[in-house]
């Protein structure tokens, strides 16, 4: 096993949050360049994992070590499964307590415990934002059951001010409500190896980091021509469902405590 010797990249961006300052070296641990390579490690594991048919579903910094030559890799792989058989894997509601990391996850998890290639690219789209914020915390000032009730109803992180414009649409490309709009790692590869300093530090983070929903639709490819669209986002498998969440303990990582993961007022069948 290889050894990783500088830790979790969640602990090793918030140990460098003070050599963040305009003129420093390509070759320093938190230049643009090496910003924007280590998404490009964490994309290319995510790649590696779709093509085998297996969802992580706890992509996080705290989640990702960095070894020796500050190459990120992908770790924690106790809450990945297989998707061989179908594109999806569905949580199994009569299981014990256990843990999610709900702010992390896209509002069709949040919704009908649906796990899919595409929903490892949502938590990809928060990883960005930890990157280029250097470990700040998704969704400041929210307790965990806000952020579902945030999530389910369109609503995302608002996007440091500072980020590059392509930057900007590549996150909002991985938020987007339609699982089905959002690039795949592959894409999301090739996209960002277009821009070598495409991340950058963002410090000014808002206290309110919450951006309310939008119609805008956006496509992978013309993510350098931001299409816009007024359809209204379509409506979820279960959207006649009534969904409620009780009071949800949480650990100081992000993760809820959830049993099950929904709770339904009435039953539903799959």
């Given at each position: 096993?290889?050894?990783m010797l500088h830790?979790?990249?969640?602990?090793?961006?918030?140990?460098?949050?003070?050599?963040v300052r305009e003129n420093i070296s390509d070759e320093c641990d938190i230049s643009c360049k090496r910003l924007t390579l280590y998404a490009i490690d964490i994309a290319k594991g995510l790649s590696y994992l779709a093509k085998r048919k297996y969802v992580h579903r706890d992509i996080a910094c705290r989640?990702?070590?960095?070894?020796?030559?500050?190459?990120?890799?992908?770790?924690?792989?106790?809450m990945a499964r297989p998707t061989f058989e179908s594109d999806y894997y569905r949580y199994n509601r009569k299981g014990m307590r256990k843990l999610f990391p709900v702010r992390w996850m896209p509002p069709e998890t949040l919704s009908l415990g649906i796990f899919t290639t595409?929903?490892?690219?949502?938590?990809?789209?928060?990883?960005?934002?930890?990157?280029?914020?250097?470990?700040?915390?998704?969704?400041?000032?929210?307790?965990?059951?806000?952020?579902?009730d945030y999530v389910k109803s369109g609503n995302t992180i608002k996007i440091p001010f500072k980020a590059k414009p392509q930057l900007k649409r590549l996150i909002?490309?991985?938020?987007?409500?339609?699982?089905?709009?959002?690039?795949?790692?592959?894409?999301?590869?090739?996209?960002?190896?277009?821009y070598p300093r495409l991340l950058?530090?963002?410090?000014?983070?808002?206290?309110?980091?919450?951006?309310?929903?939008?119609n805008k639709t956006y496509d992978f490819e013309g993510l350098d021509k931001m299409i816009q669209s007024s359809?209204?986002?379509?409506?979820?498998?279960c959207s006649n469902s009534s969904l409620t969440f009780s009071s949800i303990p949480?650990?100081?990582?992000?993760?809820?405590?959830?049993?099950?993961?929904?709770?339904?007022?009435?039953r539903m069948n799959f």
């Open positions: 096993m290889e050894f830790g979790d990249l969640k602990t090793f961006l918030l140990a460098r949050r003070n050599m989640n990702c070590l960095v070894n020796s030559d500050r190459v990120v890799k992908i770790s924690d792989f106790g595409a929903s490892d690219i949502w938590s990809f789209g928060i990883v960005l934002y930890e990157l280029i914020s250097f470990g700040s915390y998704p969704y400041q000032g929210l307790t965990n059951s806000q952020v579902l909002q490309a991985c938020w987007s409500q339609d699982a089905a709009h959002r690039p795949s790692a592959t894409e999301i590869v090739e996209y960002i190896s277009k950058s530090a963002c410090l000014d983070i808002p206290l309110k980091v919450i951006d309310m929903k939008s359809d209204e986002m379509e409506k979820m498998v949480t650990t100081p990582d992000g993760y809820s405590i959830m049993t099950p993961l929904l709770t339904h007022q009435k």
